[in-house]
């Protein structure tokens, strides 16, 4: 398996198991995979992973934000 092979195999595997938790590392990761290709066709083969490893860590965020919001601006009922 050449080097390129081994580095685009690496990003889609980091793709399809990246979770909420690990995106972060795994997006960071996958741009050090990134660099070490050198043709821009073996770039752009990866790119729709890395696109989607960007998607998904954005929606995660807004996730959180959305539920740290709706947690924090619900008023809370008192004890009758």
Sequence with gaps: MTKETQVF???????????AETVES???RAIELLKKLNSEEDRIRVAVY????????S????????KAKRNTTTP????R
């Design 59 to 66: 929606e995660w965020i807004l996730a959180a934000r959305r």
């Design 26 to 28: 795994d997006l960071q």
């Design 50 to 57: 890395m696109d989607g490893l960007s998607q998904l860590r």
């Design 9 to 19: 195999a690496e990003i889609k595997q980091l793709y399809h198991e990246t979770s």
């Design 76 to 79: 809370r009922r008192s004890a």
